[in-house]
């Protein structure tokens, strides 16, 4: 497939700020201030309790932190505690600080590695350690706030036009609709299983065999709500494994998607048992230099949604992925 875009050690291309920095955008405001005075029936309770009655939008919990972050006063003097009693007519003024959550689909000058662009879609390069999507723990600093930077258009697309993701600590290539024709078209062509993606991991063991096909269904795991498993009720999901070099304890792996379940690889090479290493959550550990999953997107290949014609990309591993895969013994090195 051709023509094939290849990725070694490409410029980060930096986001347009001027897009964060907007006056006409909404999350340039400046908080909400809300006065009000204790009422006769809130005599008597709890600081937290008497916000919620008076901005029942927010929730307690955030409520809290309004109060821990010093953005509540009452009578005129910083509230510290959110147990405290309040009194009747006491005033109260709190600074509606919006949620992280609330914030989060926002544009941020967030690096880019940008391999392919024209006006229907773009590749990235995505480094391990970078979030694809805000979630909890990661409202900020995302693939997607870079991209609401990147271009307008974005902001009128569910999730910015990202059409599939990589984990936290995965890196290499992803594709990214600019459009809404493009994103639809995109979504069908993985659902269609039209999209060619294939990673390099390094994993614990040596498999039997050189080749290996897992078909396995994936949910999430009964035991614990952070994990995924391969279960009977799970969705359907197949992995195909190459091994392309093995020796000592460990070996080098080409893995081929053929679905794109939460966590397929890590999960379905750890029920073979061969976790990736650096997987502590799949029982992986630490090894070869190795601090995260080694997994790394190393080829996307596909029919472009609107042209038609073929598209392939190769990104090279990372430093430390490159690193840990040297280190691999290798008497009967498997090229592929």
């Not at 910083?78 to 309040?86: C, E, F, I, L, W």
């Not at 036009?161 to 062509?189: F, N, P």
């Amino acid at each position: 497939m051709s023509p094939d875009y290849r990725v070694q050690g490409s410029d980060d291309s930096l986001v347009d700020a001027e897009v964060a920095a907007d006056p006409d955008s909404p999350f340039a405001d400046e908080p909400e201030r809300r006065e009000s005075a204790v009422g006769d029936t809130m005599h008597g309770v709890r600081l937290d309790r008497a916000l919620v009655a008076f901005v029942p939008e927010f929730s307690r919990s955030h409520l809290q932190t309004l109060i821990d972050a010093g953005h509540v006063t009452v009578e005129g003097r910083v509230a510290t505690s959110a147990s405290r009693k309040v009194l009747a007519g006491q005033r109260i003024v709190v600074e509606l600080v919006p949620t992280a959550e609330s914030q989060a689909f926002r544009p941020e000058s967030v690096p880019l590695s940008i391999v392919f662009e024209d006006e229907h879609l773009l590749v990235l390069d995505k480094a391990a350690g970078v979030v694809v999507h805000p979630a909890a723990g990661n409202w900020s600093g995302t693939i997607l706030n870079g991209l609401l930077a990147h271009h307008r258009v974005a902001a009128t697309l569910a999730r910015a036009g990202i059409v599939h993701r990589l984990d936290k600590d995965t890196s290499g290539l992803m594709v990214v609709g600019k459009t809404l024709q493009a994103v639809t078209a995109l979504v069908r062509e993985i659902a269609a299983r039209h999209v060619h993606r294939e990673y390099l991991a390094i994993a614990h063991g040596i498999p039997r065999s050189d080749c290996m096909r897992i078909d396995a269904p994936i949910g999430r795991d009964p035991k614990s709500r952070v994990r995924m498993a391969v279960v009977a009720s799970g969705k359907p999901a197949r992995t195909d494994v190459d091994v392309v070099k093995s020796g000592g304890t460990y070996s080098g792996l080409r893995c081929t998607l053929h679905t794109g379940r939460t966590h397929q690889i890590r999960v379905h090479l750890a029920s073979k048992g061969h976790p990736l290493v650096g997987d502590t959550v799949y029982g992986g550990s630490s090894a070869l230099g190795m601090q995260r999953q080694a997994l790394h997107a190393a080829k996307l290949a596909f029919q472009h949604p609107l042209l038609d014609t073929p598209l392939s990309f190769a990104a090279e591993p990372p430093a430390d992925f490159a690193a840990a895969w040297q280190q691999i013994d290798n008497p009967t090195d498997r090229n592929a």
